[in-house]
């Protein structure tokens, strides 16, 4: 048997193609197109697929003999392969004929969906192994032992994709733990290295990388590597915009500054990705733009971009196209699924900074959960907290930063901004390394509002509480600020701490000054300016 045909099943795939066939309309669902040219091994079912899909994608909603034939016309390469002649028992018939004729006669729509399963399964069996991978321990194409065969061909059919892709990342990760576990344990007297340690901060500050909000550095002390923050708001308060706001600013170089009508040098362009559970692409493409310019999104939405604006906007795009800037859309996920993403683009795009939107409950962790805790039932605040301790675990062994958001209980209106708000599970903010509950300004406090405007501040309608700050003073405090969620820009005005009685604060301006190699704790050099704010 030729080595690409291991772990292929023909029978398979001819079921999965005589279904297309049958009920073309299948091409509509999802899973079809996630059909890729390395789920065909045999080249007959491979153009059969080809043909297929394209009729359909050009409004064939029935597959005839005349209309193949037509499609093959005009295509040499396509054309000879089809019209190749084989010989069935004592008959010689043109392969492409003879192929389309079985699909015809034997295609059942009912058998698309274990055919695709079933499919996908050996494509990830086969992929894997022609990376070196041994899966034998899961399915033995070349075992003699029938029994063998037939318990594990048992467990391919009664097990999900999604869970067989699981428990294979789950046997590797195994030996790797195993062979990395003393490296990760690491024992010291108190003194050793801290007279170095001492003067590395002297050198570079223990600062991470600069928010778009220069009094949130002064708090949080940047993006810092090996961290996990979480910000946490009501539906509609703007999560979702201020953390893309932050995303954007780590990966852009410049930015225009409509005040001064002219490109700045925003200094950063560090590698990043947000992973988005409910935005499509567009909507994350055009926030981006509405931050990057200043041009309101509605007004680029409505198209309503006048000369100028139209050529920032596209001067954006320019220097987007050089950006380390990336967006992976999962709209339903599991923590497998979301390490494996963090992970790939960590080795492959070196991305050191990403913002998860966001902390939630979906259909697939649920599986995962219920898969690795054999079926007991667990609460929302347990599967929360096992999401949380795993993106935290994820920025400890990486060294990168991420943010992650949750939405609150019905109770931020009135109550006290800290982790008893968070929605779900408030055990979360064991975890954090930054915690921020954030909300547009409500009805009471607008009395405070009042008499910071009398004592001379500036109007905030948006509020930050941190009630968590590890490595630094400034738990318990409120920074209040004005948000423009048009274009998704937030500026701090000042801070007060819990009481609303303002702070004197030096606001940090966090100024990149050269970006670390990749070694083993990925720490980057920054310099610390210090302004006064003015109280």
Sequence with gaps: MAENNRYYRRDMVNMLLGALYDRPTLFDRPDTQALTENDFSDTMQKIAYSIMYNLYSIGHSTFSDGAIKAYIQGRPQLSNFFNSEIKIED????????FF?????TGDAEA???????TKKMTLLRTLEQHGVNVKQFYDWDTPNRDLLQSQQEWLDNTSLSDIASEISDSIQVLIDGATSNARTKSIQVAEGLEDLLSSFKEAPDYGSPSPIQLMDTITRGNRLGKFYLFSAPTGAGK???MMSMAVNSAIDKRYNQKKQQWEDNGNKIPTLLISTELDETECQTMVLAFMTGIQEEKILDGRFDADEERILKEAIKILEGT???FEIITDFGITEIEATMRKYYRENDVEQFYFDYIHVSMKLLQEISSISNGTKLREDQILF???????DIANTLGVF????TQLNGDWQEGELNQNLLRGSKAISDRLDIGIVATRVRPIDEPFVDQFVSAGYMKPNYIMSFYKVRRGKYAGTKLWCHVDLGTCTCQGLFLTDSNNIPIGVDAKTIKVKKKAEKVAERRNNFTVDSLKSGF
Excluded: C, D
């Design 101 to 105: 004729g079985r699909l015809a006669e």
């Design 386 to 392: 096992m999401l949380a301790t795993k993106l935290k």
């Design 324 to 326: 380390p800037l990336y």
């Design 91 to 98: 008959h010689t018939v043109k392969q492409g004929e003879f």
């Design 402 to 405: 991420i943010m992650s958001g």
């Design 112 to 118: 698309f969906e274990p055919a695709f399963n079933m």
């Design 240 to 242: 979702t915009r201020i």
